[in-house]
């Protein structure tokens, strides 16, 4: 029999993930969802999906897997209707960034027998199923919080479903899961925004900051573009280890200020070593939460066909870029001209090509 695939939100996430299904898994059928229907026209046009329903109708009996892929606080009403189209061999699951409130409702409800909470921890500023690709998904973390009633079988099953769409499942308790994520991906999107919204509300009248912010502040500000329904409905399902958090948090903030207050040298010193030797020892393969760049920053002299002629040179001896882009501001590295490449080595061999033709090369 025909496997089928049910997604309740067709999103940035769940549409990634129905790609990926259609890559790997060509012959499965896969209905679909989403109050927007804009989105399952498109999905439908691209044959990413094979049904667009208008409710949650009986298309979505016999399914396999039910993904529920909207924002998380609709996620928990979703599961009445959903409950409706279980079987013993479905396996029920979502893609939220928060799993307390939803393990919650599963429980109550009685459906723990059919639910694997799921979370790629993969994702972009950018939201909306137009925004969606099959490879946001490959080699990322993938985090599985069973419920307590769920079969082994099922969590082997849906730990070998992920392994076959190239992310990399994790297997973690769902209270865990919240206060992991609320530190090490909500708390740095709440410092972002507040980040950005101080510098707007500090700036001088000529935006001076805005307009001189450097690649450090736009760096660590990336993040404020994303969706402000997504991160409004996160904090508030999030709400109590978030609050935790940032309590910490603004501790740790309050002893970096008395560092400074004191003047105190090696206090300082400290706090920027142990936080440089500790975000080197994260993991930069492209599994990690933080993938590492290989980049190259150049000075060009600023006249047309600079960037031409550095192009040409490194395509004459194929390497591949990435990325290209002029960078506005000239920081530590003093560098104009930013160039990416896919590997190591490939930056390696273009930054020798570049000096050898007498462009001065920060690597970094």
Known sequence: MRQKI????????????????????????????????????LATQESVIDVAATTIDDNFHHCSYIFLCAPVSYNTAYLKQAAGYLHDDCILTDVGSVKTNIH?????????????????????????????????????YYVLTPARGTA????????????????????????????????????????AASLVNFVRDTDTKEELMKNLAAGGFKDITRIASSSPTMWQHICLKNKGYISQILGEYIQALGR???????????????????????????PSSSAGPIKKAYEVYCDIIDEAGGIA????????????????????????EEGVLRIEFYDESSSKRAAELLQKFRYIVYER
């Open 256 to 282: 970096a200020k008395d560092l400074i207050d004191r003047e105190d040298e090696q206090g300082i010193y400290n706090l920027f070593d142990s936080s440089r030797n500790y975000r080197n020892s994260i």
């Open 104 to 140: 919650r409702e599963v429980e109550a409800l009685g459906l723990e027998p059919y639910f694997i909470g799921g979370h790629p921890m993969a994702g972009s500023e950018k939201n909306g199923y137009v925004n969606s690709k099959a490879m946001l998904i490959e080699n990322a």
């Open 152 to 191: 082994r079988e099922k969590v082997d099953r849906y730990v070998k479903f992920v392994q076959a769409l190239r992310a990399i499942p994790v297997l973690l308790d769902y209270r865990e899961h919240d206060y992991v994520t609320g530190t090490i991906s909500h708390l740095p999107h709440i410092i």
């Open 309 to 332: 002629a550095i192009a040409t040179i490194l395509a004459s001896n194929n390497l591949n870029l990435k990325n290209i882009g002029i960078v506005h501001n000239r920081e530590f």
């Open 6 to 41: 049910g997604f309740i939100g067709l999103g940035l996430i769940g549409g990634s993930i129905a790609r990926a299904i259609r890559q790997y898994f060509p012959d499965y059928e896969i209905v679909a969802f989403d109050k927007n229907k804009e989105t399952l026209a």
